[in-house]
């Protein structure tokens, strides 16, 4: 009989690959590489009299290099940042175009944590959702976000997720626990 594992939220799971951190830093991130733009830009325009865009531009026309400078050192950084909130954007949007509540839990997620302004409470996002999702209760917000999130984790990190663990303990019952399943594969 396979191990029964008590039953955890998902900001409590490892199994989710800090998915809720990641949605919980979500504005932060968008927030600060905005800022990190501006003051590049910014910085650029007083030290050179130019905007960055002409600069490199002449720069890639010349074949310059500015391995090593400062300026790469911002660009490489911001090009991270940016590189993750286009990963999680487009796992988001998968959701929402494939899953069969896709756009549900779209509209939790967006509400919850990835638009521009955040609510002050859950009393506002179940207000915003109810155009969304009909008959929305505070339960059932929080049951859904729940699912939600289990099921972005599924498309961030493939087949580690608590669902998919349970669909694999139950083909490989006798050789490992939820928790080893996808060891055993």
Same mark, same amino acid.
């Given at each position: ?7 955890? !939220?998902? &900001?409590?799971? #490892?199994?989710?690959?800090? !998915? ?9 991130? /968008?927030?600060?590489? &905005?800022?990190? /733009? ?14 960055? +865009?002409?600069?490199?531009? #002449? ?5 310059? +290099? ?22 999680? +954007? ?13 756009? !549900? ?23 915003? @959702? ?18 939600? /999130? ?15 663990? +349970?669909? @694999? ?5 006798? #050789? ?5 399943? #996808?060891?055993?594969?």
């Amino acid at each position: 009989m396979a191990a029964k594992y008590s039953k955890m !939220t998902v &900001e409590e799971d #490892s199994r989710y690959h800090d !998915t809720w951190r990641l949605l919980k830093k979500y504005r932060d991130v /968008v927030w600060s590489m &905005e800022l990190s /733009v501006q003051q590049v830009k910014k910085e650029f325009e007083i030290e050179y009299g130019t905007s960055i +865009d002409a600069f490199l531009e #002449s720069v890639y026309l010349a074949g310059a +290099d500015l391995g090593g400078t400062k300026i790469e050192n911002h660009a490489k950084c911001i090009e991270r940042s940016n590189r993750m909130l286009k990963l999680l +954007d487009s796992a988001v949007e998968t959701l929402r175009t494939r899953h069969k509540y896709g756009e !549900t839990f779209y509209w939790i997620l967006y509400y919850t944590f990835l638009s521009p302004q955040q609510l002050e409470n859950v009393n506002e996002i179940v207000e915003q @959702l109810r155009p969304h999702i009909r008959d929305i209760s505070r339960t059932t917000y929080y049951r859904k976000r729940e699912q939600a /999130v289990e099921a972005l984790s599924s498309i961030l990190w493939g087949y580690t997720s608590k669902e998919c663990m +349970d669909v @694999l303990a139950t083909f490989f019952p006798m #050789s490992c626990s939820p928790s080893e399943a #996808s060891a055993c594969i």
